[in-house]
């Protein structure tokens, strides 16, 4: 409490944000002390969508685990069924053959791209323009439609497996993909030409919530939110997997770390995933999509850490074996959690109605936040 | 994974170097329960140098009194990290800034993904 001259008590209020609150994208809470309208500290409360996945992953066998994946971050499964499938697949050194990669490939950038669209839409939600929500979740609909057409599931999919997929991919599939890339590309080009030179939205994200390298890095951030400060760190690139093994990736950067930059980076990255959906779909050769895989899938006693470049940064998961069906250890990194740890540093010194701007940045999923 | 054995001890120091090296990225770190002993896993990366692998440290703990010095101040991207492990498997980090539970509620008694624990201590205390 702050007495000034004329004796008037000044005190911080307190805001309650969440869990049920719209801007914090599923179920999280943060507790905003503000001075007026600016904020002067937070504090992060999370655990509400807490579902136990790491101790089920040493209840359940290797193979009774598989579709648990889709559930951490419910807006790119295809990833977390990677990063589970992919350690599985280094401890028992099982490959996947070629077309399996490259489709893993495809749905993986699909997935990625749907994930931004909806990231987009929600974003300028957060800052105040309704329409554009609309039109991303009407391009989202089609790349979930293709992937509904391919897996049977808008969201948890459940389609890539131990050492391969659950089954190959239609030529006609493969050939509606192709013929949407000019479409969702011509799509981006648009969004961009409506919102980059809004004079309104350049005013509300520019300078914003700004995070320098140095920070960027000791925090352990990941995805757009680290390649905004800066660093040129993608895992499709420096620690290839996959069928990411055979081509070079370009790396999208910025160097201002502001809100402005992580919206750049994530709509130049759509344009990335559309061009690597065009040499996947050229490399993709006919051929099996499931290599042989042992019936009884025993981890062995030894332990490894796998990780792919999620639409939020690093996804990795470390798994340890003891020589039975179940995992001895599974821990999930998920990318979200780490960039929620700069929060106090993105906030602090803003006002309360740039909080909701800055968390939209962030990208968070609750489900992999709290697994 | 190569892993460099650490005691505990020594783990700032190591910490220290591994830091000074140019590792200063937290990748990921957790417990595994071995049941006779808590293993504490912490993989570092230099994000600066694409080409450098990372490093692994590993450090043993006695499962009945894991107590272990906190890095959180020397990198500070372990906190949320260090406050999961707390959470799930009971370490105590002496020197973390703000050593609560991080998903599960306040209340709640025992530490979940320890091998030991038991359906029926999973009791959240009002």
Known sequence: MIANKEGITQEELVINLGPQHPSTHGVFRMVLE????????????????????????????????????????????????????????????????PRAEWLRGIVMELNRLSSHLLWLGTFLLDVGALSPFLYTFREREMILDLLMELTGARLTYSYLRFGGLAHDAEDIW?????????????????????????????????????????????????GPMLRA?????????????????????????RDKGDTWSRYQVRMDEMDVSLDL??????????????????????????????????????????LAGDGTAHAKRMKIRPPSLFNLQVLSQLLVGHMVSDAVVILGSVDIVLGEVDR | MNKEVVLAEKLVESAQKCVAEGYTFPVVHTAVDHKDSLELIYIFRDVRDMDRGERVLSVQLDPDHPVVDSLTPLIPGLVFQEREVYDLFGVVYEGHPDLRRLLLPEGFVGHPLRKDYTKTQGDVVQ
């Open chain 1, 277 to 318: 959906l065009d040499i996947f779909l050229e490399g993709i050769e006919p051929g099996a999509v499931n290599a042989k895989v042992p019936k009884n899938i025993k981890f062995p006693e030894a332990d490894t850490y796998f990780a792919v470049e999620g639409p939020r940064g690093e996804l990795g998961v470390y």
């Open chain 1, 229 to 253: 400060s800066g660093p040129a760190w993608d895992l499709r690139r420096h620690r290839p997997y996959g069928v990411y093994r055979q081509i070079e990736t370009p790396v999208v950067t």
């Open chain 1, 174 to 222: 493969l050939k509606k993909v192709r013929a949407g890339i000019p479409y969702f590309r011509s799509r981006v080009r648009e969004y961009r030409q409506l919102i980059d030179d809004n004079e309104i939205f350049r005013k509300r994200v520019q300078n914003i919530g700004v995070i320098d390298q140095d920070t960027a890095i000791r925090y352990g951030l990941t």
């Open chain 1, 34 to 97: 503000c001075r007026g309208e600016s904020i002067v500290g937070v504090t992060p409360h999370m655990g509400y969508l807490h579902r136990g996945f790491e101790k089920l992953a040493e209840r359940r066998t290797a193979v009774q685990y598989q579709p648990y994946p889709d559930r951490w971050d419910y807006l790119a499964a295809m990833f977390d069924e990677m990063a589970y499938i992919g350690a599985a697949e280094a401890l028992l050194g099982i490959e996947a053959p």
